[in-house]
């Protein structure tokens, strides 16, 4: 909820911005028109910067305590090779061919740090990719990988991206990945992952999941 309000207030300001540059490139007079337009097709350029951000925003959801936000089950192809369903925290399922003996689901957070993360604003997420890897090294490193992006942002526009790349621009926010532990791929297996303040954790909902996991450890 909070992540669609502030992309509320972005698309508001985004309508501000587009208004007032309509309102520069309609005037009729050619007094200085050069430099009129140049500045009204500016703020019309910021207006788009400013929508394609309110997106990205919009597409965060708020960490509420530690929350479930999706489940995965597993249909064996053959060796190796398994088909994941990936059902997200809104119901959306997607299905994806992994390779390899062990899968892994990575986020993306962002949250407030230093005297602000007292104001208890719980951190917002976005599922950023799910992946599968070999137990084995070399196999890892020969055979057939699969890495699947959840999310992209619209036209290279990423407020996480920029925010984890320059963090000094909004020193308020920190940008960071959380990652579940690698488990293994069996057929049958379901987990559900959640997330809480302090990352992401995969756990074993069923017999043949459970039985995969003790298999491995």
Do not use: C
């Amino acid at each position: 909820m909070l992540y669609t309000l502030l992309a509320i207030v972005v698309i508001a300001l985004a309508a501000y911005v587009a208004y007032r540059a309509v309102g520069l490139l309609a005037r009729g007079s050619w007094l200085l028109g050069w430099l009129r337009g140049t500045w009204g097709l500016v703020l019309l350029l910021l207006a788009v910067l400013i929508g394609l951000m309110a997106f990205d925003i919009y597409r965060y959801r708020q960490i509420n305590l530690e929350q479930v936000i999706a489940t995965i089950d597993f249909k064996k192809i053959e060796d190796q090779h398994y088909e994941a369903v990936l059902v997200d925290s809104k119901g959306n399922e997607q299905r994806y061919m992994l390779h390899g003996d062990q899968w892994q689901l990575d986020a993306r957070v962002v949250k407030l740090k230093g005297y602000l993360s007292t104001f208890g604003i719980s951190p917002g997420y976005r599922l950023e990719r799910i992946s599968g890897r070999y137990y084995d090294l070399e196999q890892e490193h020969n055979s057939k990988r699969s890495v699947y992006a959840l999310n992209e942002s619209l036209y290279g526009v990423d407020v996480w991206k920029w925010i984890n790349k320059y963090p000094r621009w909004v020193p308020i926010l920190d940008a960071v990945y959380g990652s579940a532990t690698y488990l293994p791929m069996a057929d049958g297996a379901l987990y559900e992952v959640s997330l809480s303040h302090t990352g992401l954790l995969a756990r074993p909902l069923n017999t043949a999941a459970e039985q995969a996991v003790n298999a491995w450890r």
